[in-house]
């Protein structure tokens, strides 16, 4: 599986952004996907997850309630809908798939996409 993360620029404090992570390959709806970001000097921390079917999601406790992630297996895309965004929010954010689930742990994770960048201005 290569994926391909996009979506990502420079937006206000409270603004919104869409990322999407574009998969190929036929197995695309056999894994299970998963959003990571990583700020500069910081580990790589988990966002969201979404299992094969869609009906599953798992979300970090600092992006409860305003982001969200789905995924459309027919056009082999994740996405993920961030609101109300923050300048802690800053960050390098990849997507990954796994075959375990809406894990949180990035070893978990098998393919992972080029990452792109969100920043948000004070």
């Known amino acids: 599986v290569q994926l391909q993360a996009s979506g990502g620029g420079l937006v206000q404090t409270g603004g919104s952004l869409r990322l999407s992570c574009a998969a190929s390959?036929?197995?695309?709806?056999?894994?299970?996907m998963g959003w990571f970001r990583q700020a500069p000097g910081k580990e790589r921390d988990f966002v969201a997850a979404i299992s094969w079917s869609g009906f599953t999601t798992s979300y970090a406790d600092f992006v409860k309630g305003r982001f969200t992630i789905s995924r459309d297996n027919a056009k082999n895309t994740v996405y993920l809908q961030m609101n109300s965004l923050k300048p802690e929010d800053t960050a390098v954010y990849y997507c990954?798939?796994?075959?375990?689930?809406?894990?949180?742990?990035?070893?978990?994770?098998?393919?992972w996409g080029q990452g792109t960048l969100v920043t948000v201005s004070s």
């Open positions: 390959g036929r197995t695309f709806k056999s894994y299970a």
């Open positions: 990954a798939s796994t075959t375990q689930g809406t894990t949180t742990a990035p070893f978990s994770y098998d393919y």
